[in-house]
């Protein structure tokens, strides 16, 4: 295992610390405990906060700021935050308008969430969550009981900031968070695995002349293990199954976003997503907006994912709004 780190036993401390220290008219730390804040916070407005394990970055922390979250908290590489970060997080940010939590759907995090929750219930704040699960890959995996969460997982983070920064009510961005989440679909695919600092070797194995498609986040199996294929035909097997689940049809407006899990060059998610440009055309799809990068990754696996939410004006506008945070430029139409 090669990695720049120090020890194992520092790594999201150490690299919260330095993604602090690089954007500080963004973003602060918690003092006490791994939670990353708006600069400003708090602000009188409700609270978007989300979290999950590290080494997905730059989700969640690198979405903090004005017009996304105004919280993250990570946990160690793929392990849950726990009840009292989640706690301490939002009793820091919360500006008297009540908490959202935007939770992806893995036990540990929907568990810890909700015992955060209660907590803050138990003082009194206003207390709604929301869970991510826009993988169609599979049902259940290792770490959930049903879909789990993953690309569309940015998409409800930046379209429910903007309609938050804007002063919508706790109700009003819960009913948007299910919205965005009941039209988007995702699914992922992997060329290789990835290394968990603490592991030292490989979550898992794949030959030179295999991929598997349906990967979750974390290295999860997917749907089926295969020999290799062109672009082409691994974006016709994923986005097939996406446009299916929802489904999509003809004259639809989408969001499309082509993902690198960490390890794939952005030559080859522009040619993915060329791809997917073809079989959305040939579909009669429009790609109303799009977003191609590493933005949920898997530490250093070689993939990517493909995302698709089917936009109304509201998505739209709420997409276009402006966004100040670490990690995330959305350009204008």
Known sequence: MK?????????????LAGMAAAFPHLIKLHPEVKAVLRSDAPVKKVAVISGGGSGHEPLHGGYVGKGMLDAACPGEVFTSPTPDQMYEA???????????????????????????????????????????????????????????????????????????????????????????????????????????????????????DEMEIGIGIHGEPGRERMKMKTAGEIVEIMGNSLLEDLPFREGDEVLAFVNGMGGTPLMELFLVFNELKLLLDARGIKIARNLVGNYITSLEMQGCSITLLKLDQE??????APVQVPAFYCPQK
């Open 3 to 15: 990695k720049l780190m120090n020890k194992t036993e520092n790594i999201v401390e150490e690299s």
């Open 315 to 320: 998505c739209i506008d709420l997409w276009d």
């Open 90 to 208: 939002a009793k820091a940010v919360e500006g008297g308008q009540g908490v959202l939590f935007l939770v992806k759907n893995y036990t540990g995090d929907v568990m810890n969430f909700q015992m955060a929750a209660d907590m803050l219930k138990a003082e009194g704040i206003p207390v709604e969550q929301v869970v991510i699960n826009d993988d169609v890959a599979v049902k259940d995996s290792l770490y959930t009981a049903g879909r789990r969460g993953v690309g569309g997982t940015v998409l409800i983070e930046k379209i429910v900031g903007a309609r938050a920064e804007q002063g919508a009510s706790l109700e009003e961005l819960k009913a948007l968070a299910e919205k965005v989440n009941a039209q988007v679909r995702s699914m992922g695919m992997a060329l290789t695995s990835c290394t968990v600092p603490a592991a030292g070797k490989p979550t898992f194995e794949l030959g030179d």
